[in-house]
């Protein structure tokens, strides 16, 4: 069993002390980002960059789902975190309950309806006749197994704020090491095709919530299902305290859609597939920020629910500082390791290749702000300040990207859609500081 976390005064926390229970999330975190790389990877190579094209164009439906699993395993745990730090167990098994009832509710009820209404969704999507069946198939495996893609995402982020942050990792790198074996099987062995990736991908998933399912069973430090309290109120404080993430994915899915419409007009199919190169590889720098925001989201929950805000500005001075030099060498690491990172998905010479190269070194320049973007959402959230966290997601992944997509493609084309990231990252910096400003105030 982990050992309990306990504070001390702000003075006496060392570095060495936070990384031991960031290490393991921050590596959940980029396992994570590796499996979905090594996927694409595996599809580009054995099956095609087409259907790598139409992966990338179903995947607003999974992101969807991501953030009905996001919605309640970031808001409820960041809650459930809050109230062990305060010692109130009851409260935190409360808010443990709703998330994970009222998740796998609303994901059923989104999974039927797609389902009910697949060829209007695909066609909405961008799917074309030549994408259009690879699309169908590859998102069904999905929609039929969304209570896994669910359960697993909720099950991991609750195990690391019970205290057992290293069994959360276990439980994500034993699911991604399955899939990856599954990937060569069913793709490479026995030629699956897309539908081999997609078998693979859900049955690593299941491993995962099965280790979940049994940690819960007999293993668990504070949190327990408890159903004879069923409470809307609290499940909608966690939904609040969530909503950042949810917009997040919601704004990528919308923003994904944009983002092929666009390049397919400018370079067809060949253009959504180095979109999809481009978005495979920003997962590995993006995976860095997010890895490490949540995992020291939970000593934030707990130095906050405890009242210790001189612990709390000790946590956020040092992340502000990682994160500064983190920016700077992901930007200067993509642009020397940009052709390396690129041929892993297309031939080198071949018109994909140029494009995602071209694309992924002027993308580069987002990560120089993303960083602070990313644990400003979710240090407000960790402070149960859901909405002002909400505010930075939607800015930075919906409504400038979208005006960027909007207006630079018409005079920069192609260039324009690469360079609509960094500018909202770039803008949504200032309101980041705006807010990190009055929330300290309100602490």
């Known amino acids: 069993m982990e050992p309990r976390i306990y504070f001390n005064d702000g003075n006496k926390i060392r570095i060495l002390k936070i990384f031991q229970f960031i290490l393991p999330t921050y590596f959940t975190s980029f396992f994570n980002t590796l499996y979905t790389i090594v996927d694409g990877i595996f599809v580009a190579t054995f099956v095609g960059t087409l259907s790598l094209a139409a992966i990338n164009i179903v995947y607003p439906i999974i992101n969807i789902l991501t953030g009905i699993a996001l919605i309640f395993a970031t808001g409820g745990s960041a809650i459930s975190a809050m ?13 443990f309950t709703m998330s994970i009832l009222f998740s796998m509710i609303f994901g059923f009820i989104f999974s039927l309806i797609v389902i009910i209404f697949l060829p209007e969704v695909l066609s909405f999507l961008g799917a074309t006749q030549n994408t259009y069946n690879e699309c169908k198939t590859y998102v069904l495996w999905w929609l039929i197994g969304s209570p896994i893609v669910i359960g697993k995402e909720l099950l991991t982020y609750f195990i690391r704020i019970d205290g057992s942050p290293t069994y959360s990792l276990l439980l994500s790198v034993s699911g991604g090491v399955l899939n990856i074996i599954l990937d060569y099987i069913f793709i490479a062995q026995f030629k699956m095709g897309i539908i081999g990736a997609s078998l693979a ?21 504070y949190l327990k299902i408890n159903l004879k309290n069923i409470s809307f109120k609290v499940a909608f404080r966690c939904m609040v305290n969530g909503i950042s993430e949810f917009i997040d994915q919601i704004s990528i899915a919308i923003t994904t859609v944009v983002f092929n419409l666009t390049v397919l007009g400018l370079a067809k199919e060949t253009g959504v597939a180095a979109v999809s190169v481009v978005m495979y590889l920003q997962y590995l720098f993006i995976g860095v920020y997010f890895g490490y925001s949540m995992g020291i989201s939970p000593l934030l929950s707990y130095a906050y629910g405890h009242k210790d805000t001189n612990l709390c500005k000790k946590f956020e001075i040092f992340s502000y500082k990682f994160l500064l030099f983190a920016s700077i060498l992901a930007c200067i690491l993509t642009n020397i390791l940009a052709p390396v990172l690129v041929l892993l998905f297309t031939e080198k010479n071949s018109s994909i290749y140029f494009l995602s190269l071209n694309g992924l070194r002027l993308f580069s320049l987002s990560f120089l702000f993303s960083g602070i973007n990313i644990f400003s959402a979710v240090r407000l959230m960790s402070y149960g300040k859901g909405h002002l966290s909400g505010i930075i997601t939607i800015s930075r992944s919906f409504v400038l990207l979208l005006l960027f997509l909007f207006i630079l493609p018409k005079y920069l084309g192609i260039n324009g859609v690469w360079l609509a990231v960094p500018l909202s990252e770039f803008f949504t910096l200032f309101i980041s500081i705006t807010l990190n400003k009055i929330s300290s105030t309100q602490n």
């Open 83 to 95: 109230y062990i730090g305060g010692k109130n167990l009851i409260e935190a098994n409360r808010s």
């Open 201 to 221: 991908t859900l049955l690593g998933l299941l491993l995962s919530f099965l280790l979940g399912v049994i940690y819960f069973s007999i293993k668990s430090n």
